[in-house]
Nanobody
């Protein structure tokens, strides 16, 4: 399975972005997909996940602002990010995960997509 994150960019605080995670090699209805992020000089942290039956889970820091969803026909998982804050600035990645542990399962993370929120 391969995952490709895209959709990042530069946005002002309070703005919105939608990230996409295009999945190939496996149907998203058969796996759990998570979004992670790594801030500058920070560790990678889990952000949100959607299960193979489309239940969702969020980190406390993004709950109420971010929404994870999926489009089965496109085999793509989305992360809608609203009310963005400067502390959301990070490189965002998607990966398959185990649930409820939220542990990423693939070693290769890809390049991710940069999100920069200006104050």
């Amino acid at each position: 399975v391969q995952l490709q994150a895209s959709g990042g960019g530069l946005v002002q605080a309070g703005g919105s972005l939608r990230l996409s995670c295009a999945v190939s090699g496996r149907s998203i209805s058969t796996c759990h997909i998570g979004w992670f992020r790594r801030a500058p000089e920070g560790q990678r942290e889990w952000v949100a996940a959607i299960s193979r039956v489309a239940t969702t889970d969020y980190a406390e820091s993004v709950k109420g602002r971010f929404t994870i969803s999926r489009a089965s026909a496109e085999n793509t998982v989305y992360l809608q990010m609203n009310s963005l804050k400067p502390e959301d600035t990070a490189v965002y990645y998607c990966n398959t995960v185990t649930l409820p542990s939220r542990v990423p399962t693939r070693r290769y993370w890809g390049q991710g997509t940069q999100v920069t929120v200006s104050s």
